[in-house]
């Protein structure tokens, strides 16, 4: 078992995202669909630690304390990327989509509101 401490866990984290990039870049598919570079990079790295894993029996643990710091940062990036002329390029399909997730956030505060 390897143990990553913050700084390793760091550098993994923008070596992922480079991985990413290079790889949403070179593969159309990616390209097309507008797969963010940290999810594209994330799921290959994921894939070979799980192959590692299942092969060699190596497990790596990474340091969790940026975690949190960290997602904010990513879901923050995945929302500024978001425009108008995207989700209308979207079609219905992203419509309903988008009606779902207000809704859902709606009725969340409404559950939040009768439970505290």
Not at 34 to 62: D, H, Q, Y
Not at 80 to 103: H, K, P, Q, T
Request: with cysteine; aromatic share 12%.
């Amino acid at each position: 078992m390897f143990h990553l401490d913050t700084l390793a866990t760091l550098v993994a984290a923008t070596l992922t995202l480079l991985l990413g990039r290079k790889l949403v870049h070179s593969v159309s598919f990616l390209k097309k669909y507008t797969i963010p570079e940290p999810v594209a990079g994330g799921l290959l790295v994921a894939l070979a630690l799980l192959i590692l894993k299942k092969s060699m029996g190596w497990e790596v643990n990474f340091d969790m304390s940026l975690r949190d710091p960290l997602m904010l940062a990513f879901f923050a990036t995945i929302g500024l990327n978001a425009n108008i002329a995207s989700l209308r390029a979207g079609g219905r399909v992203v419509g309903i989509f988008l009606d779902c997730g207000c809704w859902f956030v709606g009725d969340a505060k409404c559950h939040w509101h009768w439970y505290g």
